[in-house]
């Protein structure tokens, strides 16, 4: 059974950075994308950022574009998100998941159940 556990979430000011981690148990790791996902009060989730199974490709929103960089290390089956210069509407609960495809943006390129995500809140 697959488990996906984020951390690394919290309450930050405006221009800040934090360090998002998702552990990944239950399948292959190193054989799968992965990717970060984002849902905001009353809104929908949305895509943040994606990676290929081997760390070679990466594909960002054009919303967090330059800011947050996302990694991965098949060692420790753990993909990271650092978000620096964090703005108010980047608050949000942070997902992580296997992807099917690492270049999309499409929530439904998702290959298993939702974790519990990490909540990130950025004050002005």
């Known amino acids: 059974q697959v488990q996906l556990v984020e951390s690394g979430g919290g309450l930050v000011q405006a221009g800040g950075s934090l360090r998002l981690s998702c552990a990944c148990s239950?399948?292959?790791?190193?054989?799968?994308?992965m990717g970060w996902f984002r849902q905001a009060p009353g809104k929908e989730r949305e895509f943040v950022a994606a990676?290929?199974?081997?760390?070679?490709?990466?594909y960002y929103a054009d919303s967090v574009k330059g800011r947050f960089t996302i990694s991965r290390d098949n060692a420790k089956n753990t993909v990271t998100l650092q978000m620096n210069s964090l703005k108010p509407e980047d608050t949000a609960v942070y997902y992580c998941?296997?992807?099917?495809?690492?270049?999309?943006?499409?929530?439904?390129?998702?290959?298993?159940?939702w974790g519990q995500g990490t909540l990130v809140t950025v004050s002005s």
């Open positions: 998941n296997a992807l099917r495809d690492y270049y999309s943006d499409d929530v439904e390129n998702v290959l298993d159940p």
């Open positions: 239950g399948r292959t790791f190193s054989s799968y994308h």
């Open positions: 990676i290929s199974w081997s760390g070679g490709g990466t």
